[in-house]
């Protein structure tokens, strides 16, 4: 149970002082009855409403984000766009941060969030959440690339990679799934293999799979069955 002017500032929209003035002219509604006082406290996921408009009151936001390529991922940069700069300016307020990092001329699928412990357990090494990715190379790909990738590249610094998948769908295009998440790992790997990466794109997060109604850009929120199935890959399911 949290406070009702507590439950509007999460939102992100209203400050503590915005939301006890729109209680106290009573645009509020709890379950379709006025609330009175800023000291009531309701449930999350309770039905509240600000002039008729439905508001969420979850504790956490969940958005799948469709990265285009010049954004960061990160939530603060001195010199680039973010990719938390395209959100409108309430959903900037409430905590959210990328679960995981694209480079900046990487597209696709990223899971914007405010529940820290989930993106924790998810990117946890241990945890091995796997992600796919479309990549198009320089040169040809050829089955002995599908090979090393099998084995386990040794990237040029001499980190050896676990296996990974390499599915190659045309002479220069595969799809890569990666049981781990090192620092330009998909570069580096078909550097590794005289093949230099001209476009990257991820498709799939554990059980997330970029939803291609989705524009560069765009986001939306993550469907019920998406979340719980967010939670088990990252053991914090029911
Ligand atoms: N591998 C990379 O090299 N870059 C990414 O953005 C993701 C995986």
């Known amino acids: 149970m949290e406070r009702i002017d507590k439950i509007l500032?999460?939102?992100g929209r209203w400050s503590r002082k915005e939301a006890a003035a729109l209680i106290r002219g009573g645009r509020v509604t709890a379950e379709g009855r006025v609330v009175t006082s800023r000291e009531e406290k309701f449930p999350s996921g309770g039905?509240?409403?600000?002039?008729?408009?439905?508001i969420s009151t979850e504790k956490y936001t969940y958005l799948m984000f469709h990265k285009p390529s010049g954004l960061v991922s990160a939530t603060e940069d001195p010199r680039e766009p973010t990719v938390l700069s395209l959100l409108p300016g309430h959903l900037q307020k409430i905590g959210l941060f990328p679960a995981g990092r694209l480079d900046k001329d990487t597209l696709g699928l990223l899971l914007l969030t405010n529940d820290g412990p989930l993106a924790h357990a998810l990117l946890s090494p241990s945890r091995h959440v796997d992600k796919t990715y479309l990549v198009r190379v320089e040169g040809e790909l050829e089955k002995a690339d599908e090979e090393a990738f099998r084995k386990g590249v040794t990237l040029a610094d001499g980190?050896?990679?676990l296996p990974a998948g390499l599915e190659r769908l045309g002479q220069n295009e595969a799809i890569v799934t990666l049981h781990e998440g090192k620092y330009h790992q998909i570069k580096r790997m078909c550097a590794a293999r005289g093949k230099p990466v001209t476009f990257l794109k991820r498709l799939t997060f554990g059980p997330l799979v970029l939803d291609e109604a989705l524009a560069p850009g765009q986001w939306r929120s993550l469907t019920e069955e998406e979340l719980a199935a967010l939670k088990q890959a990252g053991g914090k399911g029911k």
Not at 47 to 54: M, T, Y
């Open 9 to 11: 500032a999460n939102t």
């Open 47 to 54: 039905r509240i409403q600000v002039d008729g408009e439905l």
């Open 159 to 161: 980190y050896e990679c």
